[in-house]
Nanobody, 123 residues
Framework: QVRIIESGGGLAQFGGSLRLLCALS????????VAWFRQAPGKEREFVTA????????LFSDSAKDRFSISRDNARNTIDLRMSNLKPEDTATYYC????????????????WGQGTQVTVAN
């Protein structure tokens, strides 16, 4: 069982930046790929970005690829999502999810989920 805790959400201004952190529970020695998804009010949850266990493969949605970056520190079991040039349409609850080894875009492929952290971008 993998526990996931997200942190770092909050309020940002249009064009601003935020950093989200995903922490996997201690003792998570298996090779987990990690993804970020987000869900805006009244919308379906959508894929944002993902990273392989080794960090050598990253995936991005079209809306994220030029503005967001993802990295990880396996020694600390943390995954870092850095968002820049934020827009109001980035407002959503952001979820961190994990699955073994290979990152995927489909949320159904992910076994473990965090509770989410809210990101709000003001005009």
């Amino acid at each position: 069982q993998v526990r996931i805790i997200e942190s770092g959400g909050g309020l940002a201004q249009f064009g601003g930046s935020l950093r989200l952190l995903c922490a996997l529970s201690e003792g998570t020695f298996d090779p987990y790929a990690v993804a970020w998804f987000r869900q805006a009010p009244g919308k379906e949850r959508e894929f944002v970005t993902a990273i392989s266990w080794r960090g050598d493969v990253t995936l991005f949605s079209d809306s994220a690829k030029d503005r967001f970056s993802i990295s990880r520190d396996n020694a600390r079991n943390t995954i870092d999502l850095r968002m820049s040039n934020l827009k109001p349409e980035d407002t959503a609850t952001y979820y961190c999810a994990a699955r073994r080894v290979v990152p995927k875009r489909n949320e159904d492929e992910y076994e473990y989920w965090g509770q989410g952290t809210q990101v709000t971008v003001a005009n």
